[in-house]
């Protein structure tokens, strides 16, 4: 019985043994195929996203093997180039938004432009041909291509404004460009390995590199980095199976354009002179002995007639000779404010800026003017990148001509929305730009409130020297203050409201008083004024009739505090809105600071 027992037991065990052989072994084969890399190769059309509807989305007669994918400093675009006849395109607001925002694309009249510091450059679409001034240039190739609203321009006439370098690669085709300089980090393989689509043996080879091959680092992880290859491909490798990381400064020659602009050597105490008639320029020779410390007057003579760049003008030569016998510079303002023009018609269409800036022009030298102040208000976002080439190409003119351009700006606060006035840009090609730190608070937002609390002109002058080089930067003060008048609201028309609006128990209104005015009016209400730290300035509020009246007062103790951050951060200056709202010994302020 014990001999069949165990007779009985040796298949049972040979079974056990062998099924553990069996699971030894699928384990086995189970690390060695988990740990074995994958030698799949990723397709790379479908990685660089090939997807053949170009066609459909640009409505240009492109094929599969038109598109360029674009990497751009060693990331991946969603923007698709074209390759045309051997040229390499890029769509114009590519080109805009990542490597050179002074290329500007008229699509009134289909015509592509560049400015330089003392040129206008323009190609129409097909052409080999493109004006360099009054000269005529000629490539091997159409510098724009277009088809409604879809536009390319050739990569080889970015070059040449552009300090990018690119390489170009087929199957598929992409173009790796550089713009951004300096130092990179690169790192070359130990021995022969991949670059993969993810951080996993097991993801699929986007390419086999050897010893050889230089890698861009873009990001180091714990166990794998990432790398672009210098034929544009992005992907990850083993850090085990990478050298030692090296640093090299990567640069191109490229002769950058160089912006001259006109500088005073003194501070700039500069005032603006509303004038509304050609008879109100008479009013400079009663003023002229009360400016103390002015040196430069900006009057109020220029505003755009109409939609096609035509202007208006009260300008004198009387004003002019009598401000520069008293050493005054004379800036001619130009502004936007007749209600029937539309600043963005005007400015969206390259005949019409260039009829407005020969008018300019030509308004300036016909009376020896010193410069031009633009002061375009309320123009809307809708036309910020046609008022910036309204800039530059008045630049030009002046740059040549030897005339001051100067461009006032809302306060540069963030709350502000006023962020596509581009202050950087008019930074690069004005003479100076005008921070207006003042309008706070005003009738339109329905908040009584300061003009321009110390704060708000602070953050205005921070918010400008983010973008303007403080030499080129002025700051521009108020001469007058506003009293706000609180109506009570009868119950009628407290009823009327409704009911989800905000409740407002009375009516704002406000009225913009100069100083001496001001102090007159604090007088009769008997009120007392008292300084308030927070927005530097004197306030006093009283009732009558019923009504509440409040204010916060400029006057010189406020100037003053105002005065101090210009010389704080080191300004081109201060102006002031406006003569006839300020007291004569206001200049006595302003003098300690600007002489």
């Not at 008479?282 to 007639?305: C, D, F, H, R, Y």
Request: glycine share 6%; with cysteine; proline share 2%.
């Amino acid at each position: 019985m014990k001999n069949r027992r165990e007779k009985n037991l040796v298949p049972v065990i040979v079974a056990a043994v062998f099924i553990a052989l069996v699971l030894i072994v699928c384990v086995l084969v189970n690390q060695i195929v988990k740990n074995t890399p994958s030698d799949v190769k990723a397709d790379l059309y479908e990685y660089f996203k090939f997807t053949g509807d170009l066609k459909e989305k640009t409505k240009l007669s492109v094929t599969k093997e038109d598109e360029v994918a674009v990497i751009l400093n060693n990331e991946k675009r969603e923007e698709r180039g074209l390759l045309v006849d051997g040229q390499v395109y890029f769509p114009v607001e590519f080109v805009r938004r990542q490597l050179n925002s002074k290329f500007y694309w008229d699509k009134n009249e289909n015509l592509l432009l560049y400015t330089t510091p003392t040129e206008s450059i323009s190609a129409q679409v097909g052409s080999s041909e493109y004006s360099v001034g009054k000269n005529r240039q000629s490539v091997g190739y159409a510098v724009v291509r277009a088809e409604g609203s879809d536009v390319y321009i050739a990569a080889e006439f970015v070059k040449l404004y552009t300090k990018v370098g690119y390489q170009m690669e087929h199957k598929p085709n992409r173009i790796r460009i550089t713009s951004v300089w300096g130092d990179k980090e690169t790192v070359t393989p130990k021995e022969a390995t991949q670059v993969r689509t993810k951080e996993d043996i097991k993801s699929d080879i986007l390419k086999e590199v050897g010893t050889k091959e230089k890698l861009y680092i873009i990001k180091e992880g714990k166990d794998w980095t990432e790398v672009c290859t210098e034929d544009g491909i992005i992907g990850y490798v083993r850090k085990e199976e990478l050298g030692s990381t090296q640093t090299k400064k990567e640069d191109m020659e490229f002769n950058e354009p160089v912006y001259t602009a006109i500088h005073r050597n003194d501070t700039i105490n500069m005032a603006w002179h509303q004038v509304t008639s050609a008879a109100g320029n008479k009013q400079l020779s009663g003023m002229i002995a009360n400016l103390k410390g002015v040196n430069i007057i900006s009057p109020t003579w220029i505003k755009l007639k109409d939609n096609e760049g035509n202007i208006e003008s009260i300008a004198s030569a009387d004003y002019v000779n009598l401000a520069h016998r008293c050493n005054m510079e004379v800036w001619a303002l130009v502004d936007n404010f007749k209600g029937e023009v539309s600043t963005r018609e005007l400015l969206s269409y390259t005949s019409k800026r260039e009829n407005l800036i020969n008018q300019l022009i030509a308004e300036v030298l016909k009376y020896d003017i010193d410069g031009i102040n633009i002061d375009f208000e309320a123009m809307g976002e809708e036309a910020g990148e046609d008022f910036i080439q309204f800039i530059r190409e008045l630049s030009i003119k002046c740059r040549l001509n030897g005339i001051v351009l100067s461009v006032d700006n809302y306060n540069c606060v963030p709350e502000g929305g006023t962020a596509y006035y581009n202050r950087k840009a008019q930074g690069e090609v004005v003479d100076y730009v005008i921070n207006m730190g003042y309008d706070e608070h005003t009738n339109a937002e329905g908040i009584s409130g300061s003009v321009a609390s110390i704060n708000y002109v602070r953050n205005g002058i921070e918010g400008t020297l983010k973008e303007v080089p403080a030499e080129k930067v002025i700051n521009a003060i108020p001469f007058y203050s506003r009293l706000w008048k609180e109506t009570p609201k009868s119950e009628a028309e407290l009823a009327a409201e409704d009911a989800a609006a905000e409740y407002v128990p009375y009516t704002l209104s406000s009225e913009a008083l100069g100083m001496d005015t001001m102090d007159e009016r604090l007088r009769l209400s008997g009120a007392e004024k008292v300084w308030d730290e927070n927005t530097m300035q004197y306030y006093f509020e009283y009732t009558k009739d019923g009504v509440n009246y409040r204010a916060w007062m400029e006057e010189e103790r406020s100037i003053e505090e105002k005065m101090k951050l210009i010389k704080e951060y080191d300004l081109a200056g201060v102006a002031a809105w406006k003569l006839g709202f300020e007291r004569n010994s206001i200049w006595d302020t302003i003098i300690k600071y600007t002489n």
